[in-house]
């Protein structure tokens, strides 16, 4: 296979989302940006899928802020640039940008890097079509103003963590900059684009942190832009919006439509350039039981702007940890904000939102939460206002440690340190209208009480059973409940592998959380029917009265709070022996035999011990390394088990079946293979070669000589980064020709074709092994840190298909899920 007659395409980003306030964006082109551990996510509220990630950052991302956002959607209709700025927690702030034509997203540059500490907030304005400036803080105490490059403000000893840019109104040229954070008060700047910004006046009156601030854009009344409005929120619970008025117009502005008292309560007057500026509190909104993290004015629509002059809605969008979001809005007849719209109130799931964002239009709000989930609303109603939750991007929030395909590939299951297992799958109904598949995530069989290490689909015939590893001493056996048959048939579109009548002996539909998050215990077909008559759990949820899952056949992909709750795999077993915490698993291509290791400084605890599927007794303990057993994998006819480990050594074991639970577990041989930690492994599918992954930058290709003895035949050509996860896909049988996929501590993939050439005769062949670089994923599509695993897709498709499917997992929080396509 000659270079280059490989391609790949991203067909799947599955990832959640930083859980720190200011993280998400959403911008005039429609889309939505937030960090992903070190990578910039973009997605598409329309489809609900990721659409790319932005490689860059060196640290983890803090915020992000579209240039324009979604409040100045209305002056750049016909822009086909859009901007976008992310700041990381190492000061630096990158700037991208995204052109509408091609879809295509450019690097631009990294703004002269000033913070010494993690960036807190940004926020822009666009000026003209052509023009923007923008605001961004740290934890270091400074604030900077860019247009090109500002010099810097200080807000006081105290760190600011919200900022809001406007235009002041009247023809002055006038910017003001209003920043808040942890000396509770309001400090307002302004200045001119290429001048100094000069301090202006602090509004006091919020008793915590202010968390967030945002500008309306200028009001108009009768016909002239006279007024500004701000709106504040603090960990006080309260929201309080203030007003700005141009002077010369506030002392005629005293007339009897202004009923609202908190109009006359006046407070400071600023001056910026020949116009002063008088500040009053309009309004103080309480509703929120707890911190509210972000507030935000509805964008104008397009559709009211004429010239300059644009209508801004008065209408405010609140998020607070309290788990709702709230809109509110002045009532017609004597002025007052209301909350007009509450939404989120019944997610026990979310542990409270982060931030809240409109779309531009108006017709959608977006909260992101603590477990690293989007909520999104989209008010459907005709004439009356009717907000529904819509299906959202989803992923885990920490690293992803392991995943593993459905025996016959139609989903894939991930695990991770957020401490959740999730099934992702493409919905086929879902996609179509279009020639790709749509994926989403379809089930959460595991919430749990410690971090998830490792995880393997049993392989055999029956019902979907999955065993995991966490970071405590026992692997847990779970078993899929009817209500996930039935939900996969609908995303298959009844394409299942699985026989029907197995859905007739399935008795368990699903299962409850437990009280600390660990044995997930099951609900009967029969009490399912029962639940209703129960009483429901008065007061507030504790650790004791967890409220009961109602497992769910789904029928459309899931949104958050049905995958936290109700798509629960119940648990059958637990597997005890190791004697630290589980590090790797694997299982046999007949199911038969599962192989578990765990976290090793000695012989003794870095023993593998395998266990036989059905009955889970212990049936064999092999005795090799002295440290971690990294992973492990069977051959594909069964006949070995290749393990490595931290010790810079492989093993090959034989295994013979003598009898229904006999068997006979030789060590094979154990080489000294790298001069590093040997992070990976993975066999020929159709022999016994085999290619082991190094902290040392090589891959290094065995074959097991004579069925005794294991040979090199030859080693990659030195990679730039550590390997760390292997997977080798056969291609054809007949030439054996394989796909090696090599996955690197930097991110990045390399595809390599391996040809497999045996002299001689059937055991006394004696292989050699030719190698070439097929391709290399394009980084835009790659990790941005570690890979932790890579697994070819086992689809039932006929052999001569020219398309295989590769899924990755990495320490940036995201699951992926390339085509490749051959020659």
Known sequence: MSNGAVEVERMFIGAGCNRIVNNVSWGACGLVAFGAQNAVAVFCPKTAQILTTLPGHKASVNCTCWIPSTKFAFKVKHADHHFLLSGDTDGAILLWELSLADKKWRHVLQVPQPHKKGVTCISGIMI???????ASTSSDGAVYVWELILPSLSGGSKPMVALSLAELPGSTGNLLLAMGGLDNKIHLYCGERTGKFVRACELKGHTDWIRSLDFSLPICTNGQINTLLLVSSSQDRGIRIWKMSLRNSLTNSKRKEEISLASYIEGPIFVAGSFSYQISLESLLIGHEDWVYSVEWQPPLSSAVEGI????????????????MMIWQPERTTGIWMNVVTVGELSHCALGFYGGLWSPNGDAILAHGYGGSFHLWRNVGVDADNWQPQKVPSGHFAEVTDIAWARSGEYMLSVSHDQTSRIFAPWLTESRSENRDSWHEIARPQVHGHDINCVTIIKGKGNHRFVSGAEEKVARVFEAPLSFLKTLNHATSQQSTFPGDLQTDVQILGANMSALGLSQKPIYVQAAYEIPNRNTNEGMDTLETIPDAVPAELTEPPIEEQLAWHTLWPESHKLYGHGNELFSLCCDHEGKLVASSCKAQSASVAEIWLWQVGTWKAVGRLQSHSLTVTQMEFSNDDNFLLAVSRDRQFSVFSIKRSGVDEMDCQLLT??????????????????????????????????????????????????????????????????????????????????????????????????????????????????????????????????????????????DHSVRVYKVNLG
């Open 128 to 134: 003209s079509e052509t023009d923007a400036v923008f």
């Open 309 to 324: 002059e644009c209508d801004q809605p008065q209408s405010i969008l609140s998020a607070s940890m309290d788990k709702t």
């Open 670 to 811: 154990r080489q000294e293979a790298h001069k590093r930690i040997i992070w990976s492994c993975s066999w020929n599918p159709f022999g016994h070669e085999f290619a082991t992954g190094s902290r040392d930058k090589t891959v290094k290709i065995w074959a097991i000589e004579k069925g005794s003895s294991v040979k090199q035949l030859m080693a990659l050509p030195q990679f730039k980064s550590s390997v760390t996860a292997l997977s080798w896909a056969g291609l054809d049988h007949l030439s054996n020709n394989g796909l090696l996929a090599v996955g690197m501590e930097n991110g990045l993939i390399e595809l390599w074709s391996l040809s497999v050439n045996r002299t001689g005769d059937g055991c006394l062949a004696v292989p050699a092994v030719t190698a070439g670089l097929a391709t290399w994923l394009d980084p835009f599509s790659c990790h941005v840190s570690t890979v932790h695993r890579l697994a070819w897709r086992n689809s039932e498709k006929s052999a001569d298909s020219r398309s295989m499917e590769l899924a990755s997992c990495g320490a």
